[in-house]
């Protein structure tokens, strides 16, 4: 009877082994945005987090005052006056890939993907899809994606400066 429970809990094991899936994280992800009308709108944070779940699952979250600027000024105006980051103090992603069929996590090579999910963003939340790309190299993935942010979608009134900003991601997974 001893053996007999010691096989079932080993399957249980072996099952969920089988089940559990890989996930690939960094804590040094990279968001660039710049604006189409002027080009010394634009900043940079390289301590965005992320997610990636061989499921297709990714999630992206940063801080705000993350984002550095050439000038100071301009850095003070956006976190004060446009995004109001004491207030709203991140920004978060959470989707799927769409076409995850399309990816082999244990292959190398490039993977065009589309993504969807819900962009938080000045206390706002939008669904959004994107297209990108998701490259593996020894086992280990990178992901870019680029797409438009259009501000007064998220409730935040930047006219004075631009009405989008482009968005560039680039994160390498450990």
Do not use: W
Not at 7 to 23: G, R, W
Not at 135 to 142: F, L, Q, R
Request: aromatic letters at 10%; hydrophobic letters at 40%.
């Amino acid at each position: 009877m001893k053996f007999f429970f010691s096989c079932i809990i080993a399957m249980l094991f072996v099952v969920n082994a089988a089940d559990a899936q890989k996930i690939f994280a960094t804590r040094n992800g990279q968001i660039n945005f710049s604006s189409p009308s002027d080009q010394d709108v634009k900043a940079v944070n390289n301590e965005v987090t992320s997610r990636l779940a061989d499921n297709g699952q990714i999630t992206f979250s940063l801080l705000i005052k993350g984002f550095k600027f050439k000038l100071a000024e301009m850095q003070e105006h956006f976190n004060d006056q446009y995004l109001e980051s004491t207030k709203f103090p991140r920004a978060d992603f959470k989707g799927n890939i769409v076409n995850l069929a399309d990816v082999n996590f244990s292959k190398d090579g490039s993977y065009k993907v589309s993504v969807k999910g819900d962009l938080t963003l000045h206390g706002v939340t939008k669904s959004i899809t994107a297209n990108g790309t998701i490259e593996i190299k020894a086992g280990k993935p990178s992901a870019s994606c680029q797409f438009v942010i259009v501000m007064k979608d998220f409730s935040v009134n930047a006219s004075s400066v631009t009405e989008k900003v482009n968005v560039d991601i680039s994160c390498q997974y450990q």
